[in-house]
């Protein structure tokens, strides 16, 4: 059987290996890509995969990519991306958008029905049980393409709901594990975009670094698995060789293993409920030697306690914290903000901010709008830096 896939975000660290495994792959036709502002590589990947359906979400790329590609259809901007997503006749969206910028597309594949490879988890931290509740009524299905959550979605399918006693998410601890707080000060960009296990693009590595990745992730998998914040637990696993765990009711935990790759899980994500290969080479612990684990230090990383904060205060805060974090992040990677000004900056802006219920998504992306005004208000005035 044959399954039409749209790719947003096709030229990113996501998208560039899903289309690895598409090449692989008779069953996955490509019926759409998009890409933030990389309009060449985005042609370059339409003529080599026959799409005749692009988007763009910058709007100067996307006049440039009309001009230089006229073998099919340009569309431009957030709303290009919503009808990319509504006209392209998909079966399946994998979404690898980076940001709050990935909740709208996501909305309007759930909201056709459209079956949803998520990589972007910000759409579940910001959307939370709006997106949730959106993929019951309209019985399309969600499939997590973060490795944590693909291991969980592997773990849990065969087990009753009462059967689980905890969620455990496994955390590198990214490149500055062990360092006190004091020692933190002053890291620098290169420092923090040195990942030592898994490549990713530039926010997510940053995110990893802080913590605040684990902190979004724990929010993610409370939605996608409907599992109380004191269930979900992390641990860090320098390795990344288990990519999370599941302790049941009985005492037994089953971990789910494998080589820090991510086109297992894009795998996963795109052939669910079925599996084909993928040419790595076999899992071998034995070459490996050993695996280790200690607990996450929750005073040199603050963020993943703002994120439990969020997490459990439910409402606006957590696409408040969001928000804060993309802004403070983005102003780091620019060097406007130092590290530990990352989770000042957070931390602050929920301060600042009334958490509301969310009754519609009109109320997040109002949230998300104001959260990045005060955040950006706090880097400029240099009160956090
Ligand atoms: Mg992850």
Redo the contacts with the bound molecule.
């Keep these: 059987m044959s399954r039409r896939l749209l790719i947003l975000g096709s030229t990113g660290s996501i998208g560039t290996q899903a289309l690895d495994i598409v090449q692989r792959s008779d069953e996955l036709e490509l019926v759409g890509l998009s890409a933030e502002r990389s309009w060449e590589q985005l042609i370059g990947q339409a003529r080599e995969f026959g799409v005749d359906r692009i988007a763009l979400a910058d709007a100067d790329a996307g006049a440039r990519a009309a001009e230089a590609w006229t073998d099919g259809e340009v569309l431009v901007g957030a709303e290009g991306l919503v009808r990319l997503v509504l006209e392209s006749g998909a079966d399946l969206v994998l979404n690898g958008l980076v940001g709050s910028a990935g909740l709208g597309p996501t909305v309007a594949a759930l909201g056709e029905g459209i079956d949803l490879a998520l990589a972007n988890?910000e759409s579940l931290v910001v959307g939370g049980e709006l997106v949730t509740q959106l993929a019951e009524a309209t019985g399309a299905q969600l499939i997590p393409v973060?490795?944590?959550?693909s291991a969980l979605h592997q773990l849990i399918s065969g087990e009753r709901p009462g059967a689980v006693d905890k969620l455990v998410?496994t955390a590198s601890g990214g490149p500055f594990r062990g360092r006190t707080r004091a020692e933190l000060e002053g890291v620098t960009v290169d420092e923090a975009l040195k990942h030592p296990t898994?490549a990713m693009g530039g926010k997510?590595t940053i995110d990893?670094a802080t913590l605040m990745?684990?902190g979004l992730?724990i929010i993610e998998a409370h939605h996608l698995f409907g599992t109380p914040y004191d269930q979900i637990d992390v641990v860090v696993h320098p390795q990344s060789i288990v990519?999370s765990l599941v302790l049941l009711c009985d005492g037994a935990a089953l971990a789910h293993l494998g080589y820090p790759d991510m086109r297992v899980p894009i795998s996963y994500a795109l052939h669910h409920p079925e599996r084909v290969d993928v040419p790595l080479r076999p899992l071998d612990l034995a070459e490996l030697g050993s695996l280790t684990f200690e607990p996450p230090d929750r005073d040199a990383f603050p963020c993943l306690r703002l994120a439990y904060e969020a997490g459990r205060a439910g409402g606006t805060a957590p696409c408040i914290l969001n928000a804060a974090n993309e802004v403070a992040v983005h102003a780091f990677l620019q060097g406007r903000l130092s590290f530990l000004g990352i989770p000042a900056v957070v931390e602050d802006t929920l301060a600042r901010l009334d958490t509301q219920p969310v009754r519609a998504f009109e109320s997040l992306y109002d949230a998300d709008r104001e959260a990045r005004a005060v955040a950006a208000e706090l880097i400029s005035d240099g009160v956090t830096a």
């Design positions: 988890k973060d490795s944590e959550h998410l898994w997510i990893s990745n684990k992730e990519h």
